[in-house]
């Protein structure tokens, strides 16, 4: 995962992957941070930290 601020926004950049079951098995993952994942991003002194989930309907 890539992350960077430019002009306001932040901006994710993550590998899409082969479409997987989620756990719960109702839909299909096609790019996740798989947990909360600190980043070099920085605000007010603390880095960002995010969390990502993309998916599609079975």
Request: hydrophobic share 35%; with cysteine.
């Amino acid at each position: 995962m890539d992350v960077k601020i430019e002009n306001g926004k932040l901006i994710i950049s993550i590998e899409l992957q082969t479409p997987t079951p989620s756990s719960s098995g109702k839909t299909l993952v096609v790019a996740s941070t798989h947990g909360n994942t600190p980043t070099r991003c920085i605000i007010d002194g603390k880095p960002v930290i995010i969390g990502l989930n993309a998916y599609i309907k079975k």
